[in-house]
Protein backbone atom coordinates (compact mmCIF):
# COMPACT_ATOMS: atom_id res chain seq x y z
CA UNK A 1 0.00 0.00 0.00
CA UNK A 2 0.89 3.22 -0.32
CA UNK A 3 0.28 6.82 1.81
CA UNK A 4 -0.13 10.05 0.67
CA UNK A 5 -0.04 12.83 3.15
CA UNK A 6 -1.34 16.22 3.12
CA UNK A 7 -0.91 19.45 4.91
CA UNK A 8 -2.98 22.37 5.02
CA UNK A 9 -2.84 24.63 7.87
CA UNK A 10 -3.23 23.10 11.38
CA UNK A 11 -5.43 20.24 9.03
CA UNK A 12 -3.29 16.86 8.56
CA UNK A 13 -4.80 14.59 6.20
CA UNK A 14 -3.12 10.86 5.85
CA UNK A 15 -4.79 8.89 2.72
CA UNK A 16 -4.04 5.20 2.81
CA UNK A 17 -4.91 3.28 -0.27
CA UNK A 18 -4.02 -0.26 -1.85
CA UNK A 19 -3.19 -1.38 -5.03
CA UNK A 20 -5.87 -1.63 -7.69
CA UNK A 21 -6.80 -4.84 -6.77
CA UNK A 22 -7.34 -4.16 -3.02
CA UNK A 23 -10.86 -4.72 -1.46
CA UNK A 24 -12.60 -1.32 -0.74
CA UNK A 25 -12.15 -2.47 2.80
CA UNK A 26 -8.43 -1.50 2.72
CA UNK A 27 -8.96 2.03 2.30
CA UNK A 28 -8.58 3.80 5.48
CA UNK A 29 -9.21 8.08 5.39
CA UNK A 30 -8.14 9.65 8.79
CA UNK A 31 -8.72 13.01 9.66
CA UNK A 32 -6.13 15.39 12.23
CA UNK A 33 -7.04 18.81 12.99
CA UNK A 34 -7.84 20.98 16.08
CA UNK A 35 -10.96 21.15 18.32
CA UNK A 36 -12.52 24.47 17.05
CA UNK A 37 -14.62 24.25 20.34
CA UNK A 38 -11.57 25.26 22.84
CA UNK A 39 -10.72 28.06 20.52
CA UNK A 40 -10.78 31.43 22.22
CA UNK A 41 -13.09 34.78 21.59
CA UNK A 42 -10.91 37.33 20.46
CA UNK A 43 -11.60 40.67 21.84
CA UNK A 44 -12.22 43.59 19.60
CA UNK A 45 -10.12 46.63 19.64
CA UNK A 46 -11.51 50.48 19.95
CA UNK A 47 -10.63 52.97 17.55
CA UNK A 48 -12.03 56.66 18.06
CA UNK A 49 -10.42 58.60 15.41
CA UNK A 50 -9.65 62.24 16.08
CA UNK A 51 -8.44 64.72 17.19
CA UNK A 52 -11.56 66.59 17.49
CA UNK A 53 -11.89 70.62 17.48
CA UNK A 54 -14.93 72.62 17.59
CA UNK A 55 -16.57 75.92 19.38
CA UNK A 56 -18.95 75.33 22.54
CA UNK A 57 -22.14 75.02 21.83
CA UNK A 58 -21.06 73.24 17.90
CA UNK A 59 -22.32 69.63 17.59
CA UNK A 60 -19.23 66.99 16.78
CA UNK A 61 -19.36 64.27 14.72
CA UNK A 62 -17.26 61.51 15.90
CA UNK A 63 -16.23 58.51 14.32
CA UNK A 64 -16.06 54.89 15.58
CA UNK A 65 -15.65 52.87 12.87
CA UNK A 66 -12.28 51.93 12.23
CA UNK A 67 -13.02 49.93 15.27
CA UNK A 68 -13.44 46.45 15.03
CA UNK A 69 -13.51 42.94 15.71
CA UNK A 70 -10.84 39.74 14.83
CA UNK A 71 -13.81 37.39 14.94
CA UNK A 72 -16.39 39.92 12.26
CA UNK A 73 -18.63 39.99 15.61
CA UNK A 74 -21.28 42.80 15.80
CA UNK A 75 -19.73 45.88 18.15
CA UNK A 76 -21.09 47.43 21.20
CA UNK A 77 -20.33 51.03 21.22
CA UNK A 78 -19.41 53.30 24.86
CA UNK A 79 -18.50 56.84 24.51
CA UNK A 80 -17.28 58.68 27.03
CA UNK A 81 -16.45 62.79 26.14
CA UNK A 82 -14.90 63.57 29.27
CA UNK A 83 -17.20 66.41 30.39
CA UNK A 84 -18.56 64.14 33.63
CA UNK A 85 -21.95 63.04 31.56
CA UNK A 86 -22.54 59.45 31.27
CA UNK A 87 -24.09 57.63 28.35
CA UNK A 88 -25.48 54.22 28.00
CA UNK A 89 -25.01 52.21 24.62
CA UNK A 90 -24.76 54.01 21.63
CA UNK A 91 -23.82 54.76 18.09
CA UNK A 92 -20.29 54.05 16.16
CA UNK A 93 -20.80 57.46 14.87
CA UNK A 94 -22.35 59.94 17.83
CA UNK A 95 -22.91 63.51 17.60
CA UNK A 96 -22.24 65.66 20.88
CA UNK A 97 -21.85 69.50 21.95
CA UNK A 98 -19.79 71.02 24.69
CA UNK A 99 -20.94 73.36 27.35
CA UNK A 100 -17.81 75.04 28.07
CA UNK A 101 -14.58 75.35 26.42
CA UNK A 102 -11.33 73.31 27.04
CA UNK A 103 -9.61 70.39 26.16
CA UNK A 104 -11.81 66.99 27.05
CA UNK A 105 -10.23 63.42 26.90
CA UNK A 106 -12.61 61.43 24.85
CA UNK A 107 -12.89 57.42 25.37
CA UNK A 108 -14.39 54.75 23.32
CA UNK A 109 -14.73 51.37 24.82
CA UNK A 110 -16.32 48.45 22.59
CA UNK A 111 -17.98 45.09 23.37
CA UNK A 112 -18.40 41.71 20.56
CA UNK A 113 -21.34 40.91 22.55
CA UNK A 114 -19.87 37.42 23.59
CA UNK A 115 -17.56 38.64 26.77
CA UNK A 116 -14.95 39.82 24.81
CA UNK A 117 -14.31 43.85 25.58
CA UNK A 118 -11.81 46.08 24.00
CA UNK A 119 -9.23 48.48 26.36
CA UNK A 120 -10.53 51.99 26.44
CA UNK A 121 -8.80 54.19 23.61
CA UNK A 122 -8.26 57.65 23.87
CA UNK A 123 -8.41 60.70 21.98
CA UNK A 124 -9.22 64.71 22.71
CA UNK A 125 -12.12 67.25 21.86
CA UNK A 126 -10.38 71.15 21.66
CA UNK A 127 -13.16 73.09 22.49
CA UNK A 128 -12.72 76.90 21.35
CA UNK A 129 -14.90 79.76 24.17
CA UNK A 130 -17.49 81.55 22.07
CA UNK A 131 -18.48 85.04 22.93
CA UNK A 132 -22.11 85.87 24.77
CA UNK A 133 -24.70 87.64 21.83
CA UNK A 134 -26.29 90.64 23.64
CA UNK A 135 -30.14 91.20 22.59
CA UNK A 136 -32.24 94.40 22.32
CA UNK A 137 -33.22 95.91 25.78
CA UNK A 138 -36.91 96.45 26.84
CA UNK A 139 -37.49 99.51 28.50
CA UNK A 140 -40.75 101.36 28.91
CA UNK A 141 -40.99 105.85 29.85
CA UNK A 142 -40.57 106.23 32.99
CA UNK A 143 -41.25 109.03 35.19
CA UNK A 144 -39.07 110.75 37.39
CA UNK A 145 -37.35 109.65 40.46
CA UNK A 146 -39.87 106.61 39.44
CA UNK A 147 -37.86 103.16 39.21
CA UNK A 148 -39.09 100.69 36.43
CA UNK A 149 -38.09 97.80 35.53
CA UNK A 150 -35.70 97.65 32.07
CA UNK A 151 -35.02 94.08 31.14
CA UNK A 152 -31.77 93.02 28.54
CA UNK A 153 -31.62 89.21 27.08
CA UNK A 154 -28.57 87.70 25.86
CA UNK A 155 -27.05 84.35 24.19
CA UNK A 156 -24.58 82.27 24.99
CA UNK A 157 -23.55 78.77 22.77
CA UNK A 158 -21.98 77.57 26.05
CA UNK A 159 -24.20 77.04 27.95
CA UNK A 160 -21.86 76.15 30.97
CA UNK A 161 -20.54 79.22 31.25
CA UNK A 162 -21.25 81.91 33.86
CA UNK A 163 -22.09 85.58 33.51
CA UNK A 164 -21.57 89.16 34.88
CA UNK A 165 -22.94 92.45 33.79
CA UNK A 166 -22.67 96.05 33.64
CA UNK A 167 -25.76 98.36 33.76
CA UNK A 168 -24.48 102.19 32.33
CA UNK A 169 -27.64 104.13 33.44
CA UNK A 170 -26.63 107.10 31.65
CA UNK A 171 -24.20 105.88 29.27
CA UNK A 172 -21.57 106.84 28.50
CA UNK A 173 -21.18 109.05 31.66
CA UNK A 174 -20.16 106.28 33.88
CA UNK A 175 -23.37 106.09 36.26
CA UNK A 176 -23.13 101.91 36.00
CA UNK A 177 -24.43 99.04 38.10
CA UNK A 178 -22.60 95.61 38.37
CA UNK A 179 -23.42 92.23 39.09
CA UNK A 180 -23.85 88.55 38.24
CA UNK A 181 -26.45 86.73 36.09
CA UNK A 182 -28.60 84.17 37.71
CA UNK A 183 -30.17 81.33 35.62
CA UNK A 184 -28.61 78.61 33.08
CA UNK A 185 -29.33 77.49 29.74
CA UNK A 186 -28.25 79.05 26.46
CA UNK A 187 -30.65 82.12 26.84
CA UNK A 188 -30.39 84.51 29.96
CA UNK A 189 -31.71 87.87 30.82
CA UNK A 190 -30.57 90.78 33.20
CA UNK A 191 -33.49 92.34 35.32
CA UNK A 192 -32.98 96.06 36.29
CA UNK A 193 -34.43 98.90 37.20
CA UNK A 194 -33.70 102.67 37.73
CA UNK A 195 -34.71 106.27 38.59
CA UNK A 196 -33.87 109.44 37.21
CA UNK A 197 -34.07 112.75 38.70
CA UNK A 198 -34.54 115.12 35.71
CA UNK A 199 -36.58 114.83 32.61
CA UNK A 200 -34.98 113.98 29.29
CA UNK A 201 -33.67 110.81 26.94
CA UNK A 202 -31.30 108.87 28.67
CA UNK A 203 -28.72 105.80 26.84
CA UNK A 204 -28.37 103.43 28.38
CA UNK A 205 -25.81 100.31 27.86
CA UNK A 206 -25.93 96.58 29.15
CA UNK A 207 -22.29 94.68 29.12
CA UNK A 208 -22.18 90.81 29.44
CA UNK A 209 -18.94 89.09 30.35
CA UNK A 210 -18.19 85.27 29.87
CA UNK A 211 -16.06 83.50 32.44
CA UNK A 212 -13.37 83.59 29.45
CA UNK A 213 -13.72 87.42 29.82
CA UNK A 214 -15.18 87.90 26.37
CA UNK A 215 -18.34 89.95 26.17
CA UNK A 216 -21.39 91.85 24.02
CA UNK A 217 -23.08 95.38 24.49
CA UNK A 218 -26.31 96.41 24.04
CA UNK A 219 -28.11 100.10 23.65
CA UNK A 220 -31.17 101.46 24.29
CA UNK A 221 -32.63 104.67 25.15
CA UNK A 222 -35.22 105.03 27.53
CA UNK A 223 -37.56 108.31 28.21
CA UNK A 224 -38.13 109.81 31.45
CA UNK A 225 -41.17 112.37 31.45
CA UNK A 226 -42.04 114.96 34.06
CA UNK A 227 -45.07 114.03 35.99
CA UNK A 228 -46.27 110.24 37.14
CA UNK A 229 -48.73 109.15 34.16
CA UNK A 230 -52.45 109.30 35.32
CA UNK A 231 -55.24 107.16 34.83
CA UNK A 232 -57.86 109.43 33.09
CA UNK A 233 -60.81 110.30 35.19
CA UNK A 234 -64.54 110.71 33.43
CA UNK A 235 -66.87 113.02 35.90
CA UNK A 236 -70.93 112.05 34.93
CA UNK A 237 -72.89 114.65 36.21
CA UNK A 238 -76.81 114.52 37.15
CA UNK A 239 -78.62 113.74 33.78
CA UNK A 240 -82.56 114.39 33.84
CA UNK A 241 -84.39 112.98 31.15
Same mark, same amino acid.
Request: proline fraction near 6%; include cysteine.
Given at each position: M??IA?L???????L???S??????????????P??????N?P $????P????????????????????D?DD?P?H???D???????P?G???????????G??????T?E??????S???????????????C?P???Y?????T???I???F?????????T??????? $?????????V???????????????P??GT???Q????????????????????A??L????????????
Open positions: KRATGALAMAWLGCTDSPADLTLELNGDYSTLVQ $PVADNGPYIADEGQRIQFDGHGSYLDLFFWFGDGRTFEPPDPRYSYGDNEYSVSLVDGRGGTGVSTTTATIANVAPNGITAPLPINEGPRGDMDPGWRDTHYEWDWDY $PHGDTETGETGSGRFKSVDGSHSYTEYQILTVTDDDGATCATQSEVLVIEKQKPSIEISDVTI
